[in-house]
């Protein structure tokens, strides 16, 4: 049985073209770019290449970019490096529903003593400018808000944000993994200072990001250690992984109009069946501004866990909104931070679609989905009317 794989906002499948060119990588031209040699020479001039594919794919400079490990470091990077570069600033906002590469280094931050603002999210996952604006104060570092959210998909109005937070004078930090590939990201009108991007949610290997700063941002290096990146993040290159993320950036730029036709109607299709063939299901977040591949459903009664696991028996990957497996009752950070009621929180699932999802995969899921809602629902202590009682999860 071959995997329906509708999880691609958790990692996506590696495109065979970003194998192919990442394994001479791996398997003959091992030099290390900082070598005299010819053989290590070789390998900067690919580094070079993949900077220069990345720095196109966002319309930046590629002195802009830095290869980093992943898209947790360079968020961390961009944030401490925002705070030590101004030691005096010691307020910094960021939002509710932030991924936790960048939600844990906000309460790192506030345990070491600075003040956080966390914006809050109205119940269609949207910010409130005037909140954002609202919270700037003389001493603030930055200001740190996602692109897209990766759970309900919804997309933040980063260059309205850009506006207010620059025409204060402060840094702006946005963790873009999400909408890589998904949505247009032009740095030249797009007034942040820091974006940060993760290989692996674009067809590219797990292990490699990338750190956009702007020329002319302070910056301080999170990796102290040699000279690579011109001292801005130092460790051995990873080459393979490199080289591989610049072809996927290259993919990734060129297959933006298929994401938001091809992609989207499929998404839609999906969604507009579901919502209309099983009674009681909530769409999450604000169905005008999101990403094009990702759908968040609320299914009452039920709890997302036990849809994933029948689906996964039909070899259909999703996942759910809902942290129960961690062994808390909580749904997710961001579902909470919506306030999506209690009955549909616990009962959320989301489809993450990507360019390689067929027609025929979402016939599939369309096919199988509503019977099993309904044996769930059968076997539902919630269905009475029993609201508010404690998830058995
Ligand atoms: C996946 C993800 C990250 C983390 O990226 P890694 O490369 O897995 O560290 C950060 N932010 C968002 C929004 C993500 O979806």
Not at 350 to 373: A, C, K, M, W
């Amino acid at each position: 049985m071959k995997e329906v794989y509708l999880d691609n906002n958790a990692t996506t499948m590696v495109a065979p073209e970003v194998l192919e060119a990442m394994l001479p990588y791996l398997r003959s031209d091992y030099g290390n770019a900082s070598s005299m040699h010819g053989f290590g020479g070789k390998v900067g001039k690919v580094i070079r290449q993949a900077r220069e594919q990345t720095a196109q794919a966002l319309g930046c400079s590629a002195e802009e970019i830095i290869f980093t490990s992943c898209g947790t470091e360079s968020d961390n990077t961009a944030i401490f490096s925002a705070v030590r570069s101004q030691p005096e600033k010691r307020h910094v906002v960021t939002t509710r529903v932030e991924h936790p590469a960048v939600l844990n280094v906000a309460s790192h931050l506030e345990i070491a003593g600075y003040e956080v603002t966390s914006l809050k999210v109205d119940e269609q996952g949207r910010l409130d400018l005037q909140e954002l604006e609202d919270s700037l104060r003389p001493d603030t570092a930055l200001v740190s808000v996602m692109h897209a959210n990766n759970e309900s998909g919804v997309v933040f109005p980063l260059e309205r944000i850009a506006e207010i937070v620059k025409s204060r004078d402060i840094l702006l930090h946005t963790d873009a993994v999400q909408t890589v590939g998904k949505l247009p990201i032009d740095l030249q009108t797009l007034a942040v200072d820091f974006l940060a991007l993760s290989a692996h949610k674009v067809h590219g290997p797990k292990g490699v990001g990338a750190l956009f700063v702007r020329r002319g941002v302070p910056f301080r290096p999170f990796m102290l250690g040699g000279h690579q990146e011109k001292g801005r993040r130092a460790g051995t290159e990873n080459v393979a992984g490199i080289v591989a993320l610049g072809k996927a950036m290259e993919m990734a730029e060129a297959g933006i109009v298929d994401e938001n036709t091809r992609v989207k109607a499929l998404r839609d299709r999906l969604e507009n069946a579901i919502m209309e063939s099983i009674p009681d299901v909530r769409r999450n977040g604000d169905p005008e501004n999101r990403l094009p591949n990702t759908s968040s459903l609320a299914f009452k009664y039920i709890e997302g866990e036990s849809i994933l696991l029948m689906l996964d028996q039909y070899g259909i990957c999703a996942s759910s909104g809902s942290a129960c497996t961690s062994g808390s009752l909580e749904p997710s950070h961001v579902l909470r931070a919506m306030g999506v009621p209690f009955t549909y929180a616990h009962g959320s699932i989301r489809f993450s679609l990507s360019r390689y999802t067929t027609d025929q995969e979402i016939d599939l899921v369309l096919r199988e989905l509503p019977g099993i809602v309904s044996r769930l629902r059968a076997m539902s202590p919630f269905t009475g009317d029993q609201a508010g009682q404690a998830c058995a999860c």
